[in-house]
C-alpha cells in the first residue's frame, strides 16, 4: 500500500510561482512512475507530468517550459515547481503514482486546490 499527500497549493496572482510537494509512504519501493494530475472545475481530469524511476520526466504541452517535474528519493517526495501560472491552470492538483507491472496509476493523493487569480 502507498500513500501520497500532497501540500503547497493555494492562491496565486497570474504570473507568480507555486511549488507543490507530494510525500510518499508504505511501500514506497515499488513505485515505478509518481505524476501529478489536474482537474478544473467540469473537466476531466488531465495529467500535467510524469517522473520516472530511472529520472526521465514527461510534461504536458500545456504546461511545458513553466511546470517542472522532481523527485527527492532521500526524501520521497516529488515535486511540482510551477511558474508563469495562469488562470487556467486553476484546478485541483493530484499527486499518484504507479506501481511497477501496473496499467495505470493506482495510488492518489486527496488534492490541492490551486486558484491563479487574472
Known amino acids: 500500500q502507498v500513500q501520497l499527500v500532497e501540500s503547497g497549493g493555494g492562491l496565486v496572482q497570474a504570473g507568480g510561482s507555486l511549488r507543490l510537494s507530494c510525500a510518499a509512504s508504505g511501500s514506497i519501493l515499488s513505485i515505478n512512475v509518481m505524476g501529478w494530475y489536474r482537474q478544473a472545475s467540469g473537466k476531466q481530469r488531465e495529467l500535467v507530468a510524469t517522473?520516472?524511476?530511472?529520472?526521465?520526466?514527461y510534461h504536458a504541452d500545456s504546461v511545458k517550459g513553466r511546470f517542472a517535474i522532481s523527485r527527492d528519493n532521500a526524501k520521497n517526495t516529488v515535486g511540482l515547481q510551477m511558474n508563469s501560472l495562469k488562470p487556467e491552470d486553476t484546478a485541483v492538483y493530484y499527486c499518484?503514482?504507479?506501481?511497477?507491472?501496473?496499467?495505470?496509476?493506482?495510488?492518489w493523493g486527496q488534492g490541492t486546490q490551486v486558484t491563479v487569480s487574472s
Open positions: 499518484a503514482a504507479r506501481r511497477f507491472g501496473s496499467l495505470g496509476f493506482g495510488f
Open positions: 517522473i520516472s524511476s530511472d529520472g526521465s520526466t
